[in-house]
């Protein structure tokens, strides 16, 4: 059998979400011999500040080396990576992959997924599973291949979406789940010498119905509100974009003007319905609680951000604002 020092793993990711991952292989003794992430992002006014991920952050602390290629083709990039021999490689939280990379390794590259595949394929699993309602998701590791999010599926790990639970929440949750899969996913390839069972997603969903849900990426316009939806959609919306990107809606305010009113957090309220001539979306207060109209009934809003403000509870956003509604 072999051991784990004789295994060679290459890990790629970038955000806090892979750094779990990356810290699994590493505190578990495992021979990480180069980490693969995004060049350092330009930050500040004058984007004039070089930001370095999180698990380069990481990587550089434990003193692992570092690969941070502008595109995943360039020859020079492919070089470097051969030259580290990796037998097998990690990806979590990461760009897609060229044939050339993942296919290098000779035990394949497998991605930690933050859904249960087939579900929520996608950049962004985590918001909208909780948009849609869902009262479960977890995560899933697969060996890559062409396509995006389809490949073999090594194993699935649930985890289950309290009704108050927000992406934070979440994202923490299946960091930690992520984490655990992909160690033990890698135990099973050290077992094996370099071979894990999987399985097609095609036989995975074969004699099971059911629909499939996207998870495509996330942009600002995404993110506004509709409020001619039901109070309940409207909630797991809410949660499902806080705290980051955070969902939002146009205000009118007393003046005459409109502005940008961030929501995070919200309640419902099935006993104030909303009556037939009442637009979506209007905004009442009363004494120190808010209320926007949704289609079928009253949403509570608890936590909020008024664009040029910071974010507060109601009561003191009302106490600071209330001549503007």
């Known amino acids: 059998m072999m051991k784990k020092e004789d295994l060679r793993i290459v890990f790629m990711g970038t955000p806090e979400f892979a750094v779990g991952t990356l810290q699994a292989l590493v505190e578990g003794g495992y021979r990480v011999v180069a980490v693969v992430t995004q060049p350092d992002k330009a930050v500040g006014r004058h984007h004039d500040t070089l930001q370095p991920s999180e698990v380069k952050k990481y990587a550089q602390a434990c003193g692992l080396p570092v690969l941070q290629p502008e595109k995943m083709k360039d020859p020079s990039f492919l070089a470097e990576l051969q030259a580290f021999r990796p037998d097998l490689q990690v990806v979590a939280a990461f760009r897609m992959l060229p044939e050339q990379v993942w296919a290098m ?9 933050a859904a249960l595949l087939p579900q929520y394929r996608g950049a962004a699993p985590i918001n909208w599973a909780i948009i849609n309602g869902e009262t479960r998701t977890g995560v899933t590791t697969f060996f890559l291949d062409h396509q995006i999010d389809t490949g073999r599926i090594i194993l699935q790990r649930p985890f289950d979406i309290p009704d108050d639970a927000d992406a934070e929440y979440v994202y923490d949750g299946l960091m930690r789940l992520g984490a655990e899969a992909a160690l033990e996913t890698v135990d099973a390839v050290l077992a094996g010498d370099g071979h894990v069972d999987s399985v097609s997603q095609t036989d995975w969903m074969a004699g099971k119905e059911m629909e499939l849900k996207a998870a495509p990426k996330i942009f600002k316009e995404t993110c506004q509100i509709d409020f001619h939806q039901s109070a309940k959609q409207v909630y797991d919306f809410i949660r499902g974009l806080s705290p980051y990107p ?14 940008v009113l961030k929501i995070y957090r919200s309640a419902k309220t099935d006993d104030r319905p909303v009556a037939q001539d009442t637009e979506a979306g209007t905004l009442q207060t009363e004494k120190n609680r808010l209320f926007v109209a949704c289609r079928d009934s009253w949403l509570e809003l608890l936590s909020v951000q008024l664009s040029g403000s910071r974010r507060m509870n109601v009561k003191d956003f009302l106490n600071g604002n209330r001549n503007l509604f």
């Not at 035990?107 to 997924?113: L, R, S």
């Not at 809606?249 to 003007?257: E, F, I, P, Q, V």
């Open 246 to 259: 955070g969902a939002w809606m146009s205000a009118s305010l007393k003046d005459g003007t409109e502005r």
């Open 105 to 113: 390794p000779r035990f394949g590259t497998f991605n930690v997924h």
